[in-house]
């Protein structure tokens, strides 16, 4: 799927896209899936273990910006993040022996599709070496104006940002507190059935979708499997080692220095990111309620 000159890209700037890992098919059979979980959230009232909900969400008029541990949810997310052309992908990447250590899809419904604060995944979850990325799976095309994912590149290579608020972990960067060109930031852009791939501690974020075309984004969070967690162990082995989607377990971490920061104390909003970063006092991006207000006119 990808070329030793896409792995040095990869390497340098912290990110890369790439087109068709994906078929037609299994793009159908994926946004198949995810209209029925969304479905599923007509009558709830409030975030779950399943759903992180848009503020303007009813439970007569279910908006749902994240389904959390979609692999648990439907059975076909756990399928296709074992399928070959994305194995291949990580097997450069990362490494032959991959674990998946989280998922969730993010929805970024149109006009109303919520952003996120720049952060960077290594503050959330740490490991004992940072061979730890997140793909994000296409399941509709990424275009500038529907809040796409952005990288800052090489962000990879720098320190760990604060990502704390009032002394408790907020799960976002203060950008006046940070000495980052966001000018420099890149837009991942593709086709449905493309993929992104960002390292573990690149900095990135997203804009409020503003377009009328909505941007599901599966997010695959993957490590090597001999990179470990240093929040500790969890607390079901099998279910651990169960999530081993290529290669063979380990019992010996391998620790490379890395800039670390635990992300303790916990949030004081805890759930998914959007909880976390809902006490954020100083934002980068707007949340322009008069393009959601449209949205429910039109509706």
Same mark, same amino acid.
């Given at each position: 799927?990808?070329?030793?000159?896409?792995?040095?890209?990869?390497?340098?700037?912290?990110?890369?896209?790439?087109?068709?890992?994906?078929?037609?098919?299994?793009?159908?059979?994926?946004?198949?899936?995810?209209?029925?979980?969304?479905?599923?959230?007509?009558?709830?009232?409030?975030?779950?273990?399943?759903?992180?909900?848009?503020? %303007?969400?009813?439970?007569?008029?279910?908006?749902?910006?994240?389904?959390?541990?979609?692999?648990?949810?439907?059975?076909?997310?756990?399928?296709?993040?074992?399928?070959?052309?994305?194995?291949?992908?990580? %097997?450069?990447?990362?490494?032959?022996?991959?674990?998946?250590?989280?998922?969730k899809i993010n929805i970024k419904a149109a006009h109303y599709g919520s952003p996120v604060e720049w952060h960077q995944d290594w503050a959330f979850y740490?490991?004992?070496?940072?061979?730890?990325?997140?793909?994000?799976?296409?399941?509709?095309?990424?275009?500038?104006?529907?809040?796409?994912?952005?990288?800052?590149?090489?962000?990879?290579?720098?320190?760990?940002?604060?990502?704390?608020?009032?002394?408790?972990?907020?799960?976002?960067?203060?950008?006046?507190?940070?000495?980052?060109?966001?000018?420099?930031?890149?837009?991942?852009?593709?086709?449905?059935?493309?993929?992104?791939?960002?390292?573990?501690?690149?900095?990135?974020?997203?804009?409020?979708?503003?377009?009328?075309?909505?941007?599901?984004?599966?997010?695959?969070?993957?490590?090597?499997?001999?990179?470990?967690?240093?929040?500790?162990?969890?607390?079901?082995?099998?279910?651990?080692?169960?999530?081993?989607?290529?290669?063979?377990?380990?019992?010996e971490p391998r620790v490379v220095p890395a800039p670390i920061r635990l992300p303790y104390p916990p949030p004081l909003k805890d759930g998914s990111i959007?909880?976390?970063?809902?006490?954020?006092?100083?934002?980068?991006?707007?949340?322009?309620?008069?393009?959601?207000?449209?949205?429910?006119?039109?509706?």
């Amino acid at each position: 799927m990808i070329a030793e000159r896409d792995v040095e890209f990869y390497r340098e700037h912290g990110y890369l896209v790439v087109e068709n890992v994906f078929t037609a098919d299994e793009v159908a059979a994926m946004r198949a899936a995810l209209t029925e979980l969304v479905a599923g959230a007509a009558g709830v009232i409030a975030n779950d273990k399943v759903y992180d909900l848009e503020p %303007s969400h009813t439970p007569e008029a279910p908006r749902v910006r994240r389904i959390k541990n979609p692999v648990k949810a439907h059975s076909v997310f756990g399928a296709m993040a074992r399928r070959p052309a994305l194995i291949s992908v990580l %097997s450069k990447l990362v490494s032959p022996s991959l674990r998946l250590h989280g998922d969730k899809i993010n929805i970024k419904a149109a006009h109303y599709g919520s952003p996120v604060e720049w952060h960077q995944d290594w503050a959330f979850y740490p490991h004992t070496n940072d061979d730890v990325l997140a793909v994000g799976v296409l399941l509709d095309d990424a275009t500038p104006e529907n809040g796409p994912l952005m990288v800052i590149p090489g962000s990879h290579k720098g320190p760990t940002w604060s990502h704390h608020v009032d002394g408790r972990f907020a799960g976002a960067m203060d950008p006046a507190a940070c000495n980052v060109d966001f000018d420099s930031a890149v837009s991942l852009l593709g086709k449905a059935g493309g993929c992104t791939f960002h390292h573990v501690r690149a900095i990135h974020g997203s804009a409020q979708n503003t377009s009328g075309k909505d941007r599901p984004l599966l997010l695959y969070q993957i490590a090597a499997a001999d990179a470990w967690d240093l929040r500790g162990m969890p607390a079901d082995w099998d279910e651990h080692n169960s999530r081993l989607i290529a290669g063979e377990p380990t019992l010996e971490p391998r620790v490379v220095p890395a800039p670390i920061r635990l992300p303790y104390p916990p949030p004081l909003k805890d759930g998914s990111i959007y909880e976390n970063q809902s006490v954020v006092k100083n934002r980068f991006f707007a949340f322009d309620p008069k393009t959601a207000a449209a949205s429910d006119a039109a509706e």
